[in-house]
């Protein structure tokens, strides 16, 4: 059975910091780009960052730029978005995305697999 399953949300102040993980399972996420996007109540999902299938490129969205990083293990299986310096605009439900086309605004384009997200929430 595949699996893609997102953790490390949860609630944090403003100017703190988060790393989400993406685990796969039951699927090889070596050969696939992977981006994740966010949706807060009422919005449409945003592209926030997005990863090349070796890691060896990644994009960001304007909004995230200098404060998220993402990055990839492949023998674990795993893709990582560590987020600095959050604020409250940064609310919101995060999911992994997998496959693709990695744009360079940081967005996966037609991706064939979501995971089911994992809620942030940065709020004092």
């Known amino acids: 059975q595949v699996q893609f399953v997102e953790s490390g949300g949860g609630l944090v102040q403003p100017g703190g910091s988060l790393r989400l993980s993406c685990v796969a399972s039951g699927f090889t996420l070596d050969r696939y780009p992977i981006g994740w996007f966010r949706q807060a109540p009422g919005n449409e999902r945003e592209g926030v960052s997005c990863?090349?299938?070796?890691?060896?490129?990644?994009y960001y969205a304007e909004s995230v730029k200098g404060r998220f990083t993402i990055s990839r293990d492949n023998a674990k299986n795993t893709v990582y978005l560590q987020m600095n310096s959050l604020k409250p605009e940064d609310t919101g439900v995060y999911y992994c995305?997998?496959?693709?086309?990695?744009?360079?605004?940081?967005?996966?384009?037609?991706?064939?697999?979501w995971g089911q997200g994992t809620q942030v929430t940065v709020s004092s």
């Open positions: 990863i090349s299938s070796s890691g060896g490129s990644s």
């Open positions: 995305a997998i496959g693709g086309i990695c744009s360079n605004y940081g967005r996966v384009l037609d991706p064939d697999y």
